[in-house]
């Protein structure tokens, strides 16, 4: 795959994922978001069309892939099924044994299948497919049970970018998600240099932000180096408490209120990147 290509993919999964909670989108809106996500990532596109094509390509091949992969493993779980069912009737013994050890490979195969579907590319972290899978009522945007929704929001990402380029930006974005996963508490990159950071009921919203407020000051003590050149890192922080009755995006807009409010705070201190 091309830079231009791969960059051009990740720019269109931020563009699907910062749609996703639209309920109509048109040709025009998709545009005007995919030319946002372009200028954030300095991308000029060329050629489109021969990009396209091989985006297309290769997504049809990974399409291809998978859903082999799923039909196969159907088609195990039915002949293992099969095997049980006669094994238990027979009171075999050995042949139960043998199934058991074959539905467990199988088990660790779908979980493999489904790590591909709900990791995201570049960090390897939750995305926002398995947020709204996993965390929400099936066919809601409710949540599935109470707890704490903490945003997290590079600051001076893009002058980072500008800076050192987008390969230091992507280096910053994967330590943060590694750094962000030290918590123990579920991380998804909710969208370019945002993150989310989901608590359980029992760990209030207090707590919740003062165990990143932790994090961020342990980061703003390190020194990332591109050549021969030192700069540092920070982010901001938005915490919100939300129940069963709550939509993902009513978390989100009081989350980004508060992480507003604690922007303006943080960037008192941090005035930029460089190391004083």
Same mark, same amino acid.
């Given at each position: 795959m091309t830079a231009d290509t791969k960059i051009l993919q990740i720019i269109s999964n931020e563009t699907k994922?910062?749609?996703n909670q639209m309920n109509v989108v048109t040709p025009s809106v998709y545009a005007s978001i995919f030319t946002? @996500?372009?200028?954030?990532?300095? #991308?000029?596109?060329?050629?489109?069309s021969d990009l396209a094509n091989d985006i297309l390509t290769q997504e049809?091949?990974?399409?291809?892939?998978?859903? %082999?992969?799923?039909?196969?493993?159907?088609?195990? &779980?039915?002949?293992?099924?099969?095997? #049980?069912?006669?094994?238990?009737? %027979?009171?075999?013994e050995t042949a139960l044994s043998a199934?058991? %050890? %074959?539905?467990?490979?199988l088990k660790a195969e779908l979980e493999k299948l489904k790590e591909a579907v709900y990791l995201d590319e570049l960090t390897h972290i939750h995305n926002r497919k398995w &947020?709204?899978?996993?965390?929400?009522?099936? $066919?809601?945007? &409710?949540?599935?049970?109470? $707890?704490?929704?903490a945003m997290i929001d590079l600051n001076y990402f893009k002058l980072i970018n500008d800076t050192h380029g987008h390969l230091i930006g992507d280096k910053i974005l994967m330590f943060l998600s590694n750094e962000l996963k030290k918590t123990g508490f579920d991380v998804i990159r909710f969208g370019g240099d945002e993150f989310i950071v989901?608590?359980?009921?029992?760990?209030?919203a207090k707590h919740a932000f003062e165990t990143l407020s932790k994090l961020r000051e342990?980061?703003?003590?390190?020194? @990332?180096?591109?050549?021969?050149? &030192?700069?540092?890192?920070?982010f901001s922080i938005g915490v919100s408490e939300y129940t069963t009755k709550d939509e993902l995006a009513s978390a989100i807009e009081l989350a980004d209120k508060h992480m507003y409010e604690d922007k303006l705070s943080i960037k008192k201190r941090v005035t930029g990147i460089d190391i004083e």
């Open positions: 994922d910062s749609i946002n @996500f372009s200028k954030e990532h300095d #991308a000029e596109i060329e050629d489109d049809c091949s990974t399409l291809t892939q998978m859903q %082999e992969s799923t039909s196969q493993n159907v088609m195990h &779980l039915s002949e293992h099924t099969e095997k #049980a069912i006669t094994a238990i009737q %027979e009171k075999d199934v058991l %050890e %074959e539905t467990q490979k &947020l709204n899978d996993q965390k929400l009522e099936n $066919g809601t945007t &409710l949540f599935k049970e109470d $707890g704490v929704l989901l608590f359980p009921k029992n760990i209030s342990t980061i703003l003590k390190k020194k @990332f180096k591109s050549k021969t050149t &030192l700069f540092k890192v920070s």
